[in-house]
Nanobody, 118 residues
């Protein structure tokens, strides 16, 4: 069974930090580009960050550059999103996504809620 399971979300005060994790199983993790998306209430889902199967950063969403860091550990089949200096506008459901580097086939996690509020 293919699974992407996000964890690490929760309630944090502005200026705080969280680290999201996405544990993958049921597919060859090392052949997939991994991505973090987020969707705020009433907004379209947007790409936050992407990382290649070798660990090279593809891009960051402009609003999170300098604050968020994407990384991966292929030995653990896990991708991470370190989020620092969090702002209320970062509040969203964060989704883990994997895209095969050749076929483009996608898998999605169920999401984890991040709420930034005092």
């Amino acid at each position: 069974q293919v699974q992407l399971v996000e964890s690490g979300g929760g309630l944090v005060q502005p200026g705080g930090s969280l680290r999201l994790s996405c544990a993958a199983s049921g597919f060859t993790f090392s052949t997939y580009t991994m991505n973090w998306y987020r969707q705020a209430p009433g907004k379209e889902r947007e790409l936050v960050a992407s990382i290649t199967r070798f660990g090279a950063i593809i891009n960051y969403q402009d609003s999170v550059k300098g604050r968020f860091t994407i990384s991966r550990d292929n030995a653990k089949n896990t991708v991470y999103l370190q989020m620092n200096s969090l702002k209320p506008e970062d509040t969203a459901v964060y989704y883990c996504n994997g895209k095969h580097h050749l076929s483009g086939y996608n898998y999605w996690g169920q999401g984890t809620q991040v709420t930034v509020s005092s």
